[in-house]
């Protein structure tokens, strides 16, 4: 035990903690393929579409809890409003990502070569 009532292995300790995960070695450059994007890397229309997908997620999570309240099958008022709200803000963001992704593809299309 040191001075600070911590024990010097203690990065060992907290490794064997359940939800921590031991340090990763770092990953080697990738050796073909498409330069720039390493073997365990997902594409970016992977994450594109997870996340059009995690979008339409929420609007049928919506959509099914105000159809419920509605229809009486729930009463579950805040449950519904929630995850409205959390639609309607997911649905903003990804608007607002799509429109600075366009400005930003046409000033580049702006730029003289």
């Known amino acids: ?15 064997r903690l359940p939800g921590i995960d031991p340090p990763r070695p770092p990953t080697p450059p990738p050796t ?3 330069p720039g994007i390493s073997a365990g890397q997902p594409r970016f229309s992977d994450t594109f579409m997870s ?3 995690r979008l339409n997620d929420m609007e049928v999570e919506a959509d099914t809890r105000t159809r419920a309240l509605a229809t009486g099958e729930s009463d579950d008022v805040l449950g519904a409003a929630l995850s409205s709200e959390k ?4 649905m903003n963001t990804a608007l607002r ?8 593809y046409e000033q580049i299309m702006r730029m003289p070569l």
């Open 1 to 15: 035990m040191s001075m600070n009532g911590i024990s010097p292995d203690h990065y060992s300790d907290a490794q």
């Open 32 to 34: 073909g393929g498409h």
């Open 51 to 53: 996340a059009v997908q």
């Open 87 to 90: 639609a309607n803000l997911a």
């Open 97 to 104: 990502i799509r429109s600075d992704v366009l400005d930003a």
